[in-house]
């Protein structure tokens, strides 16, 4: 957790280098007709670079929603979100879309693949809309997917994988164009157990080598592979913990 120390040093400064993620206070409110529903209610959040973090929470915590903020996909009602020392809570939705590209990789629950186009090419596909040139492509698309074990699987279409390989398929893809910061929604939640347990370990892999992580997961033996366990309860943090990562 934060300290109030912390925070006073914070306000009105950018976070130290090693802070991934920083949050002072961050609200997100919706209205729902004459109600308004205060989805996240005022969350101090710190995650440091190289961190393996599992948010956890039963459904309407606010943990979606929580990762909404943190991924730059909706903006917050009040407070700061510092992302790699940038102030994202103050940018517009243009400036917003450039750091979801350049700083974040997705991994959803769905996979998310085109279903006619190869693994290699479901990979590359974020680099063509970033107009890396296609020497470059071809060598982060391969190394995404070396990175993940399907180095001899390049070539075959989803139809042709399974569901474990598909998700390895959608981590590189969120990891080609080299992320700081990997977010993964219920990435297990399609996948059988043993799929499941061969899912996290290619997540602890991406973690010593240095990739920060955060992990939303309402099941307790997904979030025990992670070393940081924070938990929500009606959109305010409940408990934080230091975790030892099962083996």
């Known amino acids: 957790m934060i300290s109030t ?27 729902l007709g004459a109600a308004v529903v205060r989805a996240v209610r005022g969350v101090d959040l710190q995650i440091r670079r190289n961190e393996f973090t599992a948010i956890m929470g039963p459904s309407g915590s606010g943990k979606s929603t929580l990762m909404n903020l943190l991924g730059c996909l909706d ?51 974020p680099l063509i809309y970033a107009g890396v040139p296609a020497k470059a492509r071809r060598q982060q698309a391969a190394g995404a997917l070396e990175r993940v074990g399907l180095a001899d699987r390049m070539d075959h279409r989803p139809s042709e994988l399974s569901g474990g390989e598909r998700q390895r398929v959608a981590i590189a893809r969120a990891l080609v164009n080299e992320p700081s ?9 399609n996948l059988d157990s043993q799929t499941s347990a061969e899912i996290m370990e290619v997540f602890e892999k991406l973690h010593d080598g240095g990739q920060t992580i955060v992990l939303i997961t309402h099941e307790r033996d997904i979030a025990a592979h992670a070393s940081r366990q924070i938990h929500l309860l009606d959109g305010l943090i409940e408990q934080d913990v230091i975790t030892e990562r099962i083996a």
């Open 5 to 31: 120390k912390q925070i006073a040093s914070w306000a009105g400064d950018r976070p130290t280098a090693e802070v991934a993620i920083l949050t002072l206070k961050l609200t997100r409110d919706y209205v």
């Open 181 to 189: 910061i990997l977010l993964a929604d219920e990435p297990t939640g």
């Open 75 to 125: 903006t917050p009602t009040s407070g700061e979100y510092w992302l790699n020392a940038q102030k994202v809570s103050e940018l517009d939705d243009d400036e917003l879309a450039r750091v979801r590209n350049k700083e974040i990789g997705f991994v959803f629950q769905t996979f998310n693949l085109l279903a006619r186009a190869t693994a290699f090419h479901n990979v590359e596909l």
